[in-house]
């Protein structure tokens, strides 16, 4: 596609050029590096916005959160292999030197994938070399393992760090958690708009954190299915349903606050103000017969309608939801549905969806392998993803989903100076 | 991004209106359809080409093979389950003209995700609804096991229809072949520029072939890691390099007829010209001593430099190989390195390569599953995939890859007029 020759000749054209000025790198030490990747310098014409430039990485909070929810997702939880607390920190260091350049569009390190001499062993893998930042954001998030005491050893020092609400999520009931894919010590949220930029970012954590951190669990997602900013549409997950419609929006600011970050006052905040609680759900979607029901079964299930989105009795997809309103003396939007069960107004509590779809391969049985990565944001995971999970129990929906994996994660604040770096108040 | 909703409102605005006219769209039965999913109605200004618009779907030869390789691949391999020829080949028809539609930015069937009446099951699953037809192919292929004679019945009659060069590759030193994730009756391989566009086609595919065949395995492909059109910017594969440089390009057609399709002559060729034998290997790349090998090492490897592509010894990528070119008295490019091997001049022969790059998890032991989903089209897999395969015995590349699936598909030729269907010549 001739597409690919206009973006490879700009890219080539600005190959080797520091970043300065380039539009949307905004992000401090962009212009730095003699051998950067190449980065895009003009957004593309026709109005369409960027979605190769790059996302600020420091800020008050981390950036991919609240940042409007990328095209693609790599997701690693990991191992710590090391018991030495000097390594942790010198890697979580070294990470955060590298997510500082790779989220503004250049290399991994200093010399890259092709500076130094010939018998220097690269500091960038290479794969990534002449792709913009597309939009690349690394979160990083604290699992309860890491704070835990281990053969009565404390194995960080971090015991009396951990905030009361970061332990393991209670069962719920139908879950078929696979122990091997949940948990984890640490977590890395890569999306980018170009995969390859995601799993380049993270392979290239990894190699820095070889004999430290081993990974325990990844998992790529293809497309998000949840709008994160009343910017975005609303795109469909593999039940073909829009989702995120009635999410958590970042334009929505004071339910941010309320519902989003960890504040002064509570458990943690010590380190954790201004952080978040990351829950990930891997759900298996039952596809054979959710695309054998009628499509009143599935609407009835979802509670609003396939083609538009709008909830069941009203006509748009951002009309609100009527919980009152009668058809033919039944309540339009069925007490069982999902989304009548997961609104506010029932379950009590909002979280932040920014989850991924993913297509693993077949199950052996002649089936896909397919469903729906769910990460949410939330301050507090009892009063966020567990309250709203425990309030599904008598979801329509269950009939079709299944929970494969869970994780927990307490995401530390933003990064602020060019000092600072990921878990500092942490291990400070 | 508010890339999404400059995207999001030009799908909406052309909401359901049919395809004619739409740029791209050139396939016949585009305009069709009364519920047809969105398109896009014209490519993105500033000389970008369009990665939205629709391939055609008839043709001498299938599309997805000479046609620019596509962003994103979902491949699906599938045993027939069913012993009755006569479903197999109604499944083969109702698959055509899916992918007829699907091809040309349509549901897969005529009332769509949401038509018909509430209480029908809609006959597409939605997901794709708001999304252009994005550059998709669909490829049919037939596996060796479909011409089969198992318990002393030939499967479906087609035994000696069987052309001899469809059998199972011989083995290769070093494979470590899964048979779960290997073989197949039937592949179909969806190539698109957007991921979810791929896994809608495939799914609904499989929908249709529901009691007629299972999914035996299948693969998602993040990113793809060859350029088959010299239009194409080289894309760069998980170990940094470019990839794709010096293979047959779509737009020599002299070299593509005399190596990728079948002519009349060849065996099988009564119902096989026009199609092409696709051989397909998952081939495991070892990221760890990869990344922890020198910038020379790894050149010496390829046989061409990272930065720039060049054959060692020349500057530009598409400089021309130089065997003999020698520096300080040895060989510029080491005659264990994989362009030494591979090239043409030393392997006698020559493939249509358009594989993608894959990140499946982790592998247990700390490690990204991570490689290359090698695709090769040849017009003989015998003199293709496999005398290559046997002359990179010596490949310096060998430490470092591992091949853990194998499979091949003759692909039949192009679905031409309207009533024509993947495979009709086989199976007349
Ligand atoms: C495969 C599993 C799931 C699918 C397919 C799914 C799908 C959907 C859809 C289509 C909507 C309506 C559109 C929207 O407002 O976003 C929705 C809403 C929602 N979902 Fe889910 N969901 C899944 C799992 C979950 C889980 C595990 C939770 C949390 C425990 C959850 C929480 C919510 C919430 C809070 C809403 C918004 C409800 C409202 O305010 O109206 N979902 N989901
Ligand atoms: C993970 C495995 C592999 C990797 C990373 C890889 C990588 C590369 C690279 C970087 C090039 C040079 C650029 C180009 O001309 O495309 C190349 C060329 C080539 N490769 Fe591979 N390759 C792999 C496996 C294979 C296999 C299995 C075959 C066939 C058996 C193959 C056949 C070729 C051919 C024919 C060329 C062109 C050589 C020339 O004409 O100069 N490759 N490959």
């Known amino acids: 596609m001739s597409d690919d020759v206009s973006r490879g000749l700009s890219r080539r054209r600005f190959f080797g050029l520091a970043g300065a000025g380039t539009a949307g790198v905004l992000a401090a030490g962009a212009a730095g590096g003699a051998i950067g990747r190449a980065t895009a310098e003009v957004p593309p014409a026709g109005g369409a916005a960027d979605t190769t430039g790059a996302v600020p990485f420091t800020g008050a909070h981390q950036a991919g959160i609240v940042t409007p929810a990328q095209d693609r997702l790599h997701f690693v939880a990991f191992d710590v292999v090391t018991d030495d607390r000097a390594e942790l920190v010198e890697m979580l260091q070294a990470w955060t030197a590298a997510a500082r350049r790779m989220t503004a569009g250049q290399d991994a390190g200093e010399v890259g994938a092709v500076g130094g001499g010939p018998y220097d062993v690269p500091d960038d893998t290479g794969e990534a070399m002449d792709l913009p930042a597309a939009g690349l954001t690394l979160t990083v998030g604290f699992g309860p393992t890491l704070f835990a005491t281990a053969d009565g050893v404390d194995r960080f020092g971090l015991a009396d760090r951990r905030p009361g609400p970061l332990t393991e999520l209670p069962a719920f009931p139908g879950d078929a958690l696979d122990p091997a894919i949940s948990g984890g010590d640490l977590c890395v949220q890569a999306c980018a708009n170009d995969p390859q930029v995601a799993v380049h970012a993270v392979r290239n954590l990894i190699r820095l954190g070889a004999g430290v951190v081993s990974v325990r669990w990844s998992q790529l997602g293809f497309g998000r299915t949840s709008s994160t900013s009343s ?38 905040a010590d380190w954790l103000a201004g952080g978040s609680y990351l829950v990930t ?5 039952r596809i054979e017969p959710w695309d054998t029901s009628t499509l009143a079964e599935q609407e009835q299930t979802i509670g609003r309608t396939k083609k538009a989105g709008a909830p069941l009795g009203q006509r748009g997809e951002f009309d609100p939801v009527d919980f009152t309103a009668q058809v033919d003396g039944e309540f339009a939007i069925p007490q069982t549905s999902h989304v009548f069960l997961a609104h506010p107004t029932n379950s009590g509590t909002a979280i932040l969806r920014r989850g ?7 199950d052996g049985l002649g089936r896909l392998d397919a469903g729906l990565f769910f990460i949410a944001y939330q301050r507090n995971p009892e009063t966020g993803f567990t309250q709203v999970q425990r309030n599904l129990r008598t979801d329509a929906m269950n009939e079709y989903v299944q929970h494969t994996s869970s994780a927990v994660f307490a995401c530390p604040p933003g990064v602020t100076g060019d000092d600072d770096w990921w878990g500092r108040a942490l291990f400070s």
Chains 1, 2 share one sequence.
């Open 231 to 268: 910017a975005q549409a609303t795109p469909r997950n593999l039940f073909g349903f829009k989702d995120g419609t009635d999410n958590l929006k970042a334009e929505n600011t004071s339910a941010i606050e309320k519902f989003v970050w960890v504040t002064d006052g509570d458990p943690g």
């Open 356 to 362: 991924y779809s993913f297509v693993d391969g077949s």
């Open 281 to 285: 759900r891997r759900i298996r979607m």
